[in-house]
């Protein structure tokens, strides 16, 4: 794991001698945490590691004590079982000026091979430049030989690049890196969206989502009582179609584990739950990806992706 972890460290945080770095994890995750931790420390950082329990879901907030820990330090890096992304802690961390990787439902494999070894300068060029296109867009139509076909709109939405190099003050996404993502304007989505490649950490054949006015209304398919069980704990609010994304990273496989799978170069996914950490309105306390193969893409009409291949 130490090259993958070299890579998170020294190119992807950048992490410096005398820097502040705090490794957040749980004991699922305990030998990755410590390999970063070694690696920051080789370069001289002061570096603290702490164990937290390991949470219900993704997006489920952390211990007050993790999150106000969060605020203190220069580097956060995250190798959890569960997501921390899409947290309040985490947006009060970058808020404050805190450079953040999350690695939620990271392996030990995941660390050695694939995504994590990725050319991050080469993934930052092309994640920056499907971040533009979803910038400049308002409405946007998803179709994919599965049975996709979905509609909805991003009008004045602030697209984000998981570039995979976060050296400036508040920097923050996953790794392994490499997607452009966007919050849908609430209440606008319509369709259906058909996921074939992988949600809630694994491999799927088929779960159809009917989406009506923003929300998922139905969801159906041999595994989809587990998400539907997910989001009912969540409450109400986790219905929602949160994001939109649009995966960048070459070096990704689809391995069943969600943190690679929506990287993966030609695939796209969404997500239903909370928004509120990435410019949408609702917290939901729980965020699930659903990732689906050769989609194509328009934006406002013109070709983004087609068959599964970028244009741009």
């Keep these: 794991m130490i090259k993958g972890a070299r890579t ?63 605020r203190s330090f220069d580097v956060v890096i995250a190798p959890t079982t569960y997501s921390l992304t899409h947290t309040q802690a985490r947006l009060r961390a970058s808020k404050a000026g805190v450079r953040i990787a999350t690695m939620p439902m990271i392996t030990e494999e995941m660390m050695s091979r694939g995504a994590m070894l990725a050319d991050y300068r080469e993934v930052s060029k092309l994640t920056k430049k499907v971040a533009h296109l979803l910038d400049i867009a308002s409405d ?111 070096q990704a496989h689809l391995i069943g584990n969600v943190l690679e799978d929506e990287k993966v170069l030609g695939t796209c996914h969404i997500a239903l739950g909370d928004n509120s950490t990435f410019g949408g309105r609702v917290k939901a306390g729980s965020h699930v990806d659903g990732i689906f193969k050769r989609p194509t893409v328009k934006l406002d009409g013109k070709i983004l992706m087609k068959d599964g291949r970028l244009v741009v």
């Excluded at 996953?174 to 490649?197: F, H, Q, R, S």
């Design 8 to 70: 998170a460290v020294e190119t992807c945080m950048g992490v410096k001698r005398d820097e502040e770095v705090l490794i957040v994890t749980d004991f699922l995750r305990m030998k990755i945490a410590e390999t970063l931790a070694d690696i920051a420390r080789q370069l001289g950082a002061r570096t603290t590691l702490i164990c937290m329990p390991v949470g219900k879901r993704h997006g489920a907030e952390p211990p007050e004590i993790v999150s106000l820990a969060m």
């Design 140 to 250: 946007v139509e998803i179709t994919a030989p599965a049975g996709t076909e979905l509609k909805f709109s991003i009008r004045e939405r602030e697209a984000h690049a998981d570039t995979g190099i976060f050296h400036k003050p508040g920097d923050w996404e996953n790794l392994p890196a490499g997607e452009a993502y966007i919050a849908p304007v609430e209440g606008t989505a319509e369709g259906l969206v058909v996921v074939d490649g992988s949600m809630v950490d694994t491999k799927v054949d088929r779960i159809e989502i009917v989406v009506e006015k923003g929300l998922a209304k139905k969801i159906s398919g041999k595994q989809a009582e587990r998400i539907v069980k997910i989001l009912k704990e969540a409450g109400p609010k986790a219905w929602n179609l949160a994001e939109f994304g649009v995966g960048t990273n070459p």
